[in-house]
């Protein structure tokens, strides 16, 4: 894990091309088959790898090109599961929701191709990328298992498998995505316990993206979820998580989010040094993996793109001000 002060990093989805947007209405017309429409997306995903290599991104993810919905992707693989109608997830965002109606099993690996074609491009490391038990769950119609607690350790146990056979494949960072934490802060517990399960005796650095919800009632307590990193979105929320962490030491490594994905507006290099400079007041130089709020799949490919460049090049120049002034520490 040879990576520098400030690793820059991506949090997963990235924006598809319009060739590939095209290609997925093809199919689902009956207009191409299934091999085509794999070339697009290997095609797909080797610009993005290629993109965050020419820009300088440290740790890269794949990009998701082959995945539609996150839970939905999943649900699709696994045993168990039916897969509904489409449902609004946000704004004009719909996915197909998942419906439990039977034992959840994994039935074959579901990331690991994808992850070792993404890994074969590049020297850098590709970060593993996983939806968490707690999310999917929530995400889902449960019409099996006798309570949520039941159906999401169930899935821990699934995942945690995949996650085992990430880091078998070469994985160094595996990613667990759970944005659906911060939604319920009486399932903090659960949500606890079941990334204990995934995480189990894995090597890996592990992590967990978690969005837009309520933090002052999950925190100091979502300190206790058992990953070596928390995402975290800062940029939307003007970065007054701080004054939490002022308050209680945040005592784990951030992903640290820096550019809003919601929104059309390119920050400035200048506003993304500030943002970084305001969270070394509080971290480390060595807890900051600096990052977009969420996945930029949200956003069109140049839009995307211009956002990654502004992360790389403010987190350069506040790299070179920390090596220039001897840094080693901020307050904790």
Not at 30 to 44: C, F, N, S, V
Not at 76 to 102: A, H, M, Q, W
Not at 218 to 239: A, K, T
Request: hydrophobic share 40%; aromatic share 8%; proline share 5%.
């Amino acid at each position: 894990m040879n990576v520098p002060i400030l690793p820059t990093t991506s949090v997963g989805s990235f924006p598809k091309p319009d060739y590939l947007k095209k290609a997925r209405l093809q199919l689902s017309r009956g207009e191409i088959k299934e091999k085509k429409l794999r070339e697009l997306e290997e095609r797909a995903t080797k610009d993005w790898i290629h993109f965050q290599e020419e820009i300088g991104i440290d740790i890269l993810v794949d990009g998701e090109m082959y995945r539609g919905d996150m839970v939905t992707y999943f649900a699709e693989t696994l045993k168990g599961f039916e897969i509904s109608g489409l449902v609004r997830s946000y704004g004009n965002r719909y996915y197909r929701k998942p419906v439990v109606v039977d034992e959840v099993k994994r039935a074959k690996p579901m990331t690991i191709e994808w992850f070792q074609f993404a890994q074969r491009l590049t020297k850098k490391p590709v970060k593993g990328m996983l939806t968490g038990p707690y999310t999917i769950m929530d995400w889902s119609f449960n019409e099996y298992y006798g309570s949520r607690r039941d159906l999401t350790l169930a899935l821990a146990g699934v995942i945690h498998e995949e996650a085992v056979d990430l880091e078998k494949a070469g994985a160094q960072y595996i990613q667990i995505d759970e944005p659906a934490v911060s939604v319920r802060p009486e399932e903090l517990p659960l949500a606890v316990e079941a990334m204990g399960v995934v995480t189990k005796g894995l090597k890996a650095k592990t992590l967990t993206h978690i969005c837009y919800g309520d933090f002052e009632k999950i925190y100091p307590g979502m300190l206790d979820i058992p990953v070596d990193q928390i995402d975290l979105e800062l940029s939307n929320s003007s970065f007054n998580l701080l004054e939490l962490f002022k308050k209680h030491p945040f005592t784990k490594e951030i992903g640290l989010g820096v550019v809003d994905v919601h929104s059309h507006v390119l920050e400035t290099k200048a506003q993304v040094v500030d943002r970084i400079e305001k969270a070394l007041e509080v971290f480390r130089p060595e807890q900051i993996y600096v990052d977009p709020d969420c996945g930029l799949k949200t956003r069109e490919v140049q839009e995307a793109k211009d956002k990654l460049r502004v992360i790389v090049e403010a987190t350069k120049e506040v790299r070179k001000g920390l090596v220039s002034a001897g840094s080693v520490g901020g307050k904790l």
